[in-house]
């Protein structure tokens, strides 16, 4: 079999856990933020794992992960 390509765009998105599951950059950070509160800019900052729903699609990308 021949090897899978990891999709680059989802390994510069995406890390693995230790645990296994996968972190993800929240969006919404990126411009138009004077308008955003401080308490919305400052939860954008933080991580978030990504849901199970979605999880298939992204083990699809990145298969060595």
Do not use: C, E, W
Request: glycine share 6%; hydrophobic share 30%.
């Amino acid at each position: 079999m021949p090897k899978i390509k990891t999709n680059r765009a989802a390994a510069k998105r995406f890390k693995v856990t230790g645990t296994g599951k996968v972190r993800r950059y929240k969006a919404y950070k990126s411009h138009l933020l004077s308008k955003k509160s401080p308490k919305r800019k400052r939860n954008l900052r933080s991580a978030g794992l990504v849901d199970s729903t979605n999880m298939r699609g992204i083990r699809r990308l990145l298969p060595y992960a």
